[in-house]
Structures are given as C-alpha cells and as structure tokens.
C-alpha cells in the first residue's frame, strides 16, 4: 500500500479504511461512522497527554467537506491545540486517499474536540505535569 506525498507530514494518529457494512445503499460511508473514527483518533493524543483514560465532553465543531466512499484509505492527524486543568482539545483532519491506489488525497471532515482526563471514578482529574 502507497502513502500518497500530497498527505501532510506531520504524524498520523489512524489509519482506517471504510467497509461495505460502514455505508449507505449509495455507497457514501455514513458521517456517524466517520465522527465515531474521529473521536477514537483525537483521544489518542489525549490519553497520552492525560497519562491516562479520558473522556470525550464536547464536539466543538464537525464539517463534512467531501463525501467518503467505501475503499478510500483514510488518514486521520490528531494535533492538541489547548489544553486547560482538566481538558484536552484536540483538532482532527481527515484525508481521503480516493479508492487506495489512486494519487488522488482530499481533505474530507476536520473537527474539534475536547476530552477530559477522568480517574478510576470517572471523574475529571488533574493533567500531569510536562516533562
Ligand atoms: C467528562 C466529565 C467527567 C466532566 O465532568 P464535569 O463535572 O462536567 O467537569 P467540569 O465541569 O469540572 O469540567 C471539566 C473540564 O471540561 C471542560 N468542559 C466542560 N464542558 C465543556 C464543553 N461543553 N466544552 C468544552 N469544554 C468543556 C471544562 O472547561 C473543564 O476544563 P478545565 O478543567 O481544563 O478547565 C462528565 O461531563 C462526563 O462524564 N461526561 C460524559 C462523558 C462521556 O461519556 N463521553 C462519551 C460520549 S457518550
């Protein structure tokens, strides 16, 4: 499998390509599948940020800007762009490399996020210290 060069070059929190069973009856892969893959790639800088398990408390935004179809190889960047006592805001773009093989990348959703690290409780717990 080929990586397209029109992808950025920043590090890639998932990589994942949509099935059959991810799609409507016209082939376009559902937006509900596509937010649940969003929330599990921004949780990944997060968790690592946290120390720890967190939770997702707000969508701050979500735009489709293209439709995603069944095959394309998606590549989901996760970049923390705040972070407060407890939370972690997380923004994800979303490529589409079209049917895999194809040179073809299109931006198709970018989000915001924001997490919060919880304790054993499920309560919000103070992120460690950097370094
Ligand atoms: C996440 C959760 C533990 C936070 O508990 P809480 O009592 O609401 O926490 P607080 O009000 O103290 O807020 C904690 C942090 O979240 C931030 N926050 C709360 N609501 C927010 C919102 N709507 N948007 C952005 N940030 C928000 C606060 O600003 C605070 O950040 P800070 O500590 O960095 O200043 C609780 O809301 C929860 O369990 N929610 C369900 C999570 C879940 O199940 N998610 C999966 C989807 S169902």
Not at 62 to 81: H, R
Request: glycine residues 6%; hydrophobic residues 45%.
């Amino acid at each position: 499998m080929t990586f397209s060069p029109m992808l950025p070059q920043k590090s890639c929190a998932l990589r994942v390509m949509p099935q059959p069973s991810d799609a409507n009856v016209h082939g376009d892969v559902f937006g509900g599948w596509i937010m649940a893959q969003v929330d599990i790639a921004g949780s990944i800088p997060a968790s690592r940020r946290a120390n720890g398990r967190v939770a997702t408390v707000a969508v701050n935004s979500f735009v489709f800007k293209q439709p995603v179809f069944v095959g394309d190889l998606l590549s989901f960047y996760a970049e923390i762009v705040k972070t407060g006592n407890t939370s972690i805001t997380v923004d994800v773009e979303v490529f589409a490399q079209r049917m895999s093989l194809s040179e073809e990348v299109v931006k198709v959703t970018e989000a915001t996020l924001t997490y919060v690290a919880t304790d054993r409780d499920r309560r919000p717990r103070k992120l460690p210290e950097l370094g």
